[in-house]
């Protein structure tokens, strides 16, 4: 079973940085699609970013031009950088790799952001 570790989170004010990282744990040739998704209080889970194993990345609307998420293919790792942070990026943040199986999740890490 692969697990997905991930680090990063943690409080900033607004406008500072964060880079998340995510990790599986053993090598998995059947993951393709990366994904980061988020979930703030009494909101659904949301896309957040994603980048194919070709590299083609996709961003939701209210992170363009803030948010850059790359992948290491030779780590099976995933990272976010998250700049210009404003307090309505605050949730949890889960990584996610999508491959022939069940979609590996992980354990979420908390950002904060203060205003």
């Known amino acids: 079973q692969v697990q997905l570790v991930e680090s990063g989170g943690g409080l900033v004010q607004a406008g500072g940085s964060l880079r998340l990282s995510c990790a599986a744990s053993?090598?998995?040739?059947?993951?393709?699609?990366m994904a980061w998704y988020r979930q703030s209080p009494g909101n659904q889970r949301e896309l957040v970013a994603s980048v194919t194993r070709g590299g083609d990345t996709n961003y939701a609307d209210f992170v363009k031009g803030r948010f850059t998420i790359s992948r290491d293919n030779t780590k099976n790792t995933v990272y976010l950088q998250m700049n210009s942070l404003k307090p309505e990026d605050t949730g949890v943040y889960y990584c996610?790799?999508?491959?022939?199986?069940?979609?590996?999740w992980g354990q979420g890490t908390q950002v904060t952001v203060s205003s």
């Open positions: 053993r090598r998995d040739f059947s993951i393709n699609t």
């Open positions: 996610n790799f999508k491959r022939f199986g069940p979609d590996y």
